[in-house]
T-cell receptor, first 115, second 112 residues
């Protein structure tokens, strides 16, 4: 198994540009989520999904969209990038539909800089 | 609102020492607590998961304990090695089971 994969590893955007961060898992996990990690802030949840076709907002959802058309993929879209979205983005997944019973598996992260 | 605090923020020890990392949380109504390791520029790797009904979990040189009533967990690392150098993160699940609430981590440096 490849586990949780994320692309790209690094990205530089200009303010106002849009892009999609890709996340895929090959473990048939139901639960997938996106976190951002900022210095001094810890990891914060952006969006999550408990299965194909089901998504919901986390703690910091503004400026981000998600969709879950398949079990394997959970892309994160930035509609109009802002400097405040400069961060490291992590995708995570777990077998069960909730985060409170299973080990969470994290991807390697995408480091995004918005100029 | 659940808050997770990790003390100390950074720790430096010589190789071979036993050490303890601390994690505290404000709401004792948790479902589980997980300890993760993060190497510089890398993702998070789960080390130990303790269910709310458990008191401790062990994996190799690592032992994690959980005291829900006092809102505390400790990660004990025995006979530390330079390869243990990393940031250790503690996280608890929110009541809905939809997210993990993370502490800011303890950065450990083990010198040879």
């Amino acid at each position: 198994n490849a586990g949780v994969t994320q692309t790209p590893k690094f990205q530089v955007l200009k303010t106002g540009q849009s892009m999609t961060l890709q996340c895929a898992q090959d473990m048939n996990h139901e639960y997938m989520s996106w976190y951002r990690q900022d210095p001094g802030m810890g990891l914060r949840l952006i969006h999550y999904s408990v299965g194909a076709g089901i998504t919901d907002q986390g703690e910091v959802p503004n400026g981000y969209n998600v969709s879950r058309s398949t079990t394997e993929d959970f892309p994160l879209r930035l509609l109009s990038a802002a400097p405040s979205q400069t961060s490291v983005y992590f995708c995570a997944s777990s077998y069960s539909k909730t985060s409170n019973t299973d080990t969470q598996y994290f991807g390697p992260g995408t480091r995004l800089t918005v100029l | 609102k659940q808050e997770v605090t990790q003390i100390p923020a950074a720790l430096s020890v010589p190789e071979g020492e036993n050490l303890v990392l601390n994690c505290s949380f404000t709401d004792s109504a948790i479902y589980n607590l997980q300890w993760f390791r993060q190497d510089p520029g890398k993702g998070l790797t789960s080390l130990l998961l303790i269910q709310s009904s458990q008191r401790e979990q062990t994996s190799g040189r690592l032992n994690a304990s959980l005291d829900k009533s006092s809102g505390r967990s400790t990660l004990y690392i025995a006979a530390s090695q330079p390869g243990d150098s990393a940031t250790y993160l503690c996280a608890v699940s929110n009541q809905a089971g939809t997210a993990l609430i993370f502490g800011k981590g303890t950065t450990l440096s083990v010198s040879s």
